[in-house]
């Protein structure tokens, strides 16, 4: 028995053996099987494009790329002064991976103490686990501070010289050139308009880092080359510029307005010489504004919303010649005369009679600005030398509603310049005859219910003057190779004849016409054919016109037997004077007047000894009846501004200053009183009590009033009754006291 168990568990152990000794021979063919894979799969990966893949993920565990900014291509004006350039700027930059809190907390402190950057913002940049750039354009002593770091601080930051964007001229044509943010991409203006041509191509510099990325070496760098940038040429002429900058000051200095747009073009190829506003900005700091209002609105923001202060940016980095839109109004007159002079519905032949109103459309009243002296007979250039409103109704009715349309698409008013700047908006206008009901198709003859934007504009008025051809604005004029290579020339874009030579000769008589013997006269040069047209328009509040805010403007050309330069200037919310004439056309002169100079472009008119023979009388405060009249005496014109009808109404102010020595024939814009106050007869109250007077003065709005007795009989007043009287004038009252009256006087 026992034999045969022990036979038995001796052929169970054998068996055991064999499939012990089978499995591990089957472990050991897996096992070989596994790493021959692993043999092959390496070999294919290091043979084979495939393994690029991984190279890559491996190699970036070990190294850290940074990226070369190229070379952006500078901005030039037309004579090669330079608008736009690089500077290098040291910029510092952390290495933020793995690092331990410990180590964040040494390079903050370090950091906010050394070169007073915010904690806050300094945590930001290391809690994004990458290198980034932490702050640019380090100056001399924090750059020797950083270089002093601790060790444990200086391993995690490099200071890398880089390109930085720098506008020499500072305001003058800022919004205009725009300006480049961090990454070296063009904010607004021509930078962003031609940032893929500027910009160029970046460079790599990939560094070297220990497997534990504790500490990064810069010492041999692997580095691709970027490719440089185009440089632009522009049509911009700096001197231009300046005689503009010039002029924008004195406009800010002397009327404070909203704000306030100059252009300046060559008519003929569109190319734009010279474009400024104010307000400015510095586009080496864009983020400052520098005048007081915008300081102060951007303060008032940052405590109650920061959210919009992106918003206030943007705004203040609007070039308003082509963002901005505005109501033309008598400047658009030079449209209406120019398509009525194509359609042969005006001549030089035709009259027109102004009595002050228009008052035949069914619940509408139109004036011409010189109502309270109205022009009567009138030939079409004295209507558009004289601007009168009343006549440009009927010239718009004879031109008819159906070519009133057609010139305004004509000339463009329903689409945009396409000008080479961003952020061109486009005006609003009537697209078809069906939106022009009678009092529309009235105030559109003379510039109101439509709107454009000053380059719009002025493209419209180049196609008067240049021969009758819409020619496409443009600011780009070549683009170069950082080795002042021509890669490309920018070529003038006519688009279309909307009037004929002929119609544009006259249309350049007439408009010089209003410089030498109309509203216009501000501008004129002495040996020089100039010109121009002014125009004013009552703003609109609230979806209805107000007197208290206007929009003033000037167009003028030189010479105008070819004109070689137009100027437009629009001006916002003017104060003190509100008038085209008064606040924009001597500033045309002024820079026109430089032009010349600068030039040096000889006179073609033989010299006229112009007499400034008239003394333009005080009228603040004298009812606008009266003042016309004193006007008229001497030979003098006027015009009224706002909307006020009643000619009793109390002159507020006048664009010339009294006593200014003027030519006659000259038009004196006067200002009624904002509130409708109008000049009131002094009452009858000698011989009532002092008490029951002052009562009677009161209810006639009269309330400064002083008088000699509290008690008493009134016998005489300063000024007499029935005597007109301004509301806010002193009335002296008389009073014939008592013999026992103890009254003071």
Known sequence: MDRHKKEKNAKVNKIFNIDY??????????????????????????????????????????????????????????????????????????????????????????????????????????????????KPSLTKPEIDKIKNAPTSVRRYLSIIPENKRYYPNKEMLAPVLGFTNLNNDGVVGLESYYNSKLKGKPGKRILNSS???????????????????????????????????????????????????IIVTNP?????????????????????????????????????????????????????????????????????????TEEHTSTKDSHYFCNGFVRDIPGVVIRCESWADPHGDETFQEAFNNSCNVAYVHIGRDLGKANMQKYINGFGFNQKTNIDLPAEELGLAPKNVKEIDAARFATLSYGHGISATPIRMITALNAIVNGGIIVEPHIASEFLSQENKLVDKIEPKSQKQIISSTSSEKMNKMLQGVVDDGSGKRSKIEGFAIGGKTGTSIKIENGKYTDDKTTASFFASFPTDHPEYTILIVVDEPQR????????????????????KYKNIQKTRPSVDVKKEVSVPELKGLSLKDAVSKLSQIGLKSNVINSNFDINSIVKSQEIEPYSEVEKGTIVELTTDQKGRTMIKMPEIVGFDVEDAIDVLKEYGIEKIETNSKKGKVFKTIPEENSMLDPDSYVKIYVERGKNENDSE
């Open 21 to 134: 000794n089978n499995r591990i021979v089957v472990l050991f063919f897996m096992l070989a099987i596994v790493l021959a894979l692993i043999i092959i799969k390496l070999i294919y990966l290091q043979l084979t494009p495939g393994g690029n893949k991984y190279r890559k993920l491996s190699a970036k565990q070990v190294t850290n790329t940074l990226t070369i900014e190229a070379d952006r291509g500078k901005i030039f004006d037309r004579n090669g002064e330079v608008l736009a350039d690089n500077i290098v700027s040291n910029n510092l930059y952390v290495d933020s991976k793995n690092l331990t809190e410990d180590t964040k907390k040494s390079i903050i402190d370090f950091l906010s103490k050394n070169i007073a950057m915010k904690p806050n913002y300094i945590r930001e940049q290391l809690n994004m686990g990458k290198s980034t750039i932490l």
């Open 211 to 261: 497997v534990n990325n504790s500490e990064t070496s810069v010492s041999n760098p692997t580095i691709i080359e970027p490719q440089k940038g185009l440089s632009l040429k522009t049509t911009l002429d700096s001197t231009i510029q300046g005689f503009v900058e010039d002029s924008l000051k004195d406009i800010e200095n002397n009327f404070k307005p909203k704000s306030a747009t």
């Open 268 to 340: 003929n190829n569109g190319e734009v010489l010279a474009m400024g506003s104010y307000p400015s900005f510095n586009p080496n700091s864009p983020n400052d504004p520098l005048v007081k209002s915008q300081i102060d609105e951007l303060n008032t923001i940052k405590k109650e919303d920061p959210s919009k202060i992106q918003d206030f940016h943007y705004k203040m980095w609007e070039n308003k010649a082509v963002s901005w839109t505005y109501e033309p109004g008598s400047v658009f007159k030079t449209i209406t005369s120019a398509a009525a």
């Open 577 to 596: 004077k509100s008038g085209g004439s008064a606040v924009c056309a001597p500033s045309a002169g002024k820079i026109l007047s430089n032009i010349i």
